[in-house]
């Protein structure tokens, strides 16, 4: 018989405050894998920790800088990329990441987003997208797909959804891509492939909220949830030669493709305040 | 090119323009907002300014960003401010309560016009001046200023810089219209003789242990370590206890809020300022402020060449208010006029410490009120005697 290993150190503790877990997400929640996600790729960065800093609004996913061993901002909802911004643009020097939810970074906060990605303003911008407010009780959110259910559309969501990168695309951002839950490696890469890309870069990742989203909308529990991610994730090169930009919209109650990949990668000018002098 | 940070000299200058230098002077090195008048020649002066000084300016979406912003950037270290009106003020009411939450230093210009909603947008008011102390949710306390004049716009600029950093809280300066607009002399005193308070910061080096929050001082206030240094600080608009972690109970609740409301009143007589004039033998104290006192002044020295005994306490600080000095005040006083351009705001706050009758000689907004509507006031309640005081009267 084989000795279980006990590892007395993971290599993650020192990133992690571990005197304050537990965490508070549900059992099935998406938002700790890409948390950890977001803590390898610091560790795989070279950048030293005290050069990470992490922002957040308000909303399930932004409790995550809460938990991360690093210079955190848990700032109002929908304004972490506001502070952020006010962060970088004193101290260049520091790898700012702003860690929030849809509805935090496209609703309420939808305006700071896409001013931010015009301005190409250096941060990097992880978006949790779980089609809902999954903090508030699963209402319905700018990226809740037409018809879908919620505690406040009990009768079918009447909206039409946010497609974000597209809008990302759009409004100027130098690095898009989009992810599922299921796909560590390739959010973990994209992650550290946006902290050496210089501009204002958006990484979206698709997760279970098996409370707010799946219950209502038939999807069992988050494993089903990743089955669905599964089955239907097609990877994609080029955008929109090899599909439309309308079809990256995410719909997961209907039978088509999840459309994942890195969509933008340019070069725009970063966004750099005006200096007359080398050194204030 | 290098520019100057301290236009030191004597200089003939528009009020908004005074207070950018106020700020640049102070070492404000970051400036977010969003264009509005009154306010805006302060950001187009930052905007030329900042650059020559090494400093960041730029103009955000929206004024909620702009405060959002502002905050940030202290917490990175700068000295950071924003400017606005009446109706950027109110947008950037919910993260003034973050800043006081997380005792991030800034400073918020308002320079008031004729309001609620777009109102007057060239003409002034003073109705912000209750929103300044109470905008934001919840139980906080603040500091605001109000500045009479350019020179002030200057000096108000610097020493809301300084509060805001010694005490790690949000500072206004509550400007009008008719000051952010005035052209008037301003002297700007050498670079060695301004006044300069220090944000506190943590007295050891980052490593294991740092709590962000913990008090190690009487004056409640906890050193502050910005992004970057390695202090692994968490901030949060949460309830937090001293390590900075959320903590949803009741008494973590009661201790922070207390300490963040005691911690201004404790601090209360480093921020409080006020000028008296002709106060000494006064049994008619008028109390005004801003550009409103500017007549009020007026009003006085007027009523002083009648013989009535009339004198101004010119409000300063507007938060802290000088309660003590309004109550040793009413030992004296047989009546109070409050002299203010709202229909009846500090007047309140007045109300509240003395048992004399307290006049108010109000206007909405969109004139300043002159010296006769006030002197009316003083004769009339000269002649009549205090049984007349305790009356509204409008300027308008
Ligand atoms: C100004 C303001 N309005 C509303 C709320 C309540 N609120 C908290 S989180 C949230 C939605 C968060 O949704 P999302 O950003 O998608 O995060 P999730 O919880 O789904 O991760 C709302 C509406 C708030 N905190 N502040
Ligand atoms: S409500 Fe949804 S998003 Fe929030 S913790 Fe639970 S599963 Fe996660
Ligand atoms: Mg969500």
Redesign the pocket.
């Known amino acids: 018989m084989a000795h279980a290993l006990v590892a007395e150190k993971h290599p993650l503790d020192d990133l992690i405050r571990r005197d304050r877990m537990p965490h508070i997400w549900c059992p099935g929640c998406g938002?700790g894998i890409v948390m950890r996600c977001y803590a390898q790729a610091i560790l795989e960065s070279g950048i030293p920790v005290e050069r990470h800093v992490v922002v957040s609004?308000?909303?399930?996913?932004?409790r995550v800088p809460g938990y991360m061993n690093l210079d955190s901002y848990h700032a109002?909802?929908g304004r972490p990329i506001p502070f952020a911004i006010g962060i970088k643009l004193v101290k260049p020097e520091l790898t700012v990441t702003v860690f929030?939810?849809?509805?935090?970074l496209a609703a309420?906060g939808g305006n700071h987003l896409i001013h931010a990605a015009r301005r190409n303003v250096d941060i990097k911008v992880i978006c949790?997208n779980?089609f809902?407010?999954?903090?508030?009780g699963g209402q319905v959110?700018p990226t809740t797909p037409l018809g879908a259910r919620t505690t406040t559309t009990p009768y079918g969501n009447p909206e039409h959804p946010f497609n974000l990168p597209y809008l990302l695309a759009a409004a100027g951002a130098v690095f898009v891509s989009r992810w599922t839950t299921l796909h560590v490696r390739q959010i973990k890469q994209d992650i550290l492939y946006s902290f050496r890309k210089p501009g204002f870069t958006f990484i979206e990742v698709l997760a279970p909220?098996p409370v707010?989203f799946g219950r209502p909308n038939d999807i069992e529990d988050g494993v089903e949830e990743m089955r669905i991610y599964r089955r239907r994730s097609q990877l994609v090169y080029r955008v929109p030669e090899e599909v439309p930009w309308e079809a990256l919209e995410v719909d997961l109650r209907e039978e088509r493709p999840i459309y994942v990949g890195r969509f933008v990668d340019r070069e725009r000018e970063v966004f750099q305040p005006i200096r007359l002098t080398s050194k204030g | 090119m290098k520019g100057r940070g301290v236009l030191t000299g004597v200089h003939f200058m528009h009020g908004d323009h005074a207070c950018a230098e106020g700020a640049i002077a102070a070492g404000c090195r970051f400036f977010a907002g969003y264009p509005i008048t009154p306010s805006t020649e302060i950001a187009e002066r930052l905007a030329q300014r900042l650059p020559e000084v090494g400093g960041v300016f730029i103009q955000m979406e929206d004024e909620i960003a702009s405060i959002v912003a502002v905050i940030g950037a202290s917490a990175a270290g700068a000295r950071a401010m924003t400017a606005t009106s009446g109706p950027g003020f109110s947008l950037m009411m919910?993260s003034i309560g973050l800043a006081a939450m997380m005792e991030i230093p800034c400073v918020i210009v308002d320079v008031q016009r004729g309001s609620p909603s777009t109102g007057l947008p060239t003409l002034p008011g003073q109705a912000d001046v209750m929103q300044a102390r109470w905008g934001s949710h919840g139980d906080y306390e603040i500091a605001a200023y109000a500045p009479w004049s350019p020179q002030e716009m200057f000096d108000l600029t610097i020493l809301a810089f300084n509060v805001a950093d010694r005490f790690r809280i949000p500072v206004m300066v509550m400007a009008d219209e008719v000051v952010g607009h005035m052209v008037e002399r301003v002297v700007i005193p050498p670079e060695d003789q301004i006044p300069r308070w220090e944000r506190k910061r943590p007295r050891y080096p980052a490593g294991d242990g740092f709590r962000p929050f913990a008090i190690e001082d009487e004056d409640l206030v906890p050193p502050m370590a910005h992004a970057g240094e390695g202090y692994r600080v968490h901030f949060t608009g949460l309830t937090h206890d001293e390590r900075g972690y959320p903590d949803m109970s009741a008494e973590t609740h009661h201790r922070l809020v207390s300490r963040l409301v005691e911690k201004v009143r404790r601090n209360a007589s480093q921020m409080i300022r006020y000028d008296a004039y002709a106060l000494d033998d006064a049994k008619i104290v008028v109390i005004s402020y801003g550009c409103t006192a500017r007549s009020a002044r007026r009003a006085v020295a007027d009523a002083r060449r009648m013989g009535i005994p009339a004198g101004l306490l010119r409000l300063i600080s507007l938060w802290p208010f000088p309660a003590d000095v309004v109550r040793e005040l009413a030992r004296q006083a047989e009546v109070f006029i409050v002299a203010e351009m709202n229909l009846g705001q500090m007047i309140c706050e007045v109300e509240r410490y003395v048992s004399q009758p307290v006049k108010g000689v109000f206007h909405a907004g969109g004139a300043m009120i002159p010296p006769d509507p006030i002197l009316q006031a003083i004769r009339e309640v000269a002649f009549h005697g205090s049984r007349a005081g305790g009356g509204k009267t409008s300027a308008g």
């Open positions: 938002i609004g308000i909303g399930c996913t932004a109002t909802h929030s939810g849809d509805g935090d309420i949790i779980n809902n407010y999954g903090m508030t959110g909220c707010g | 919910e």
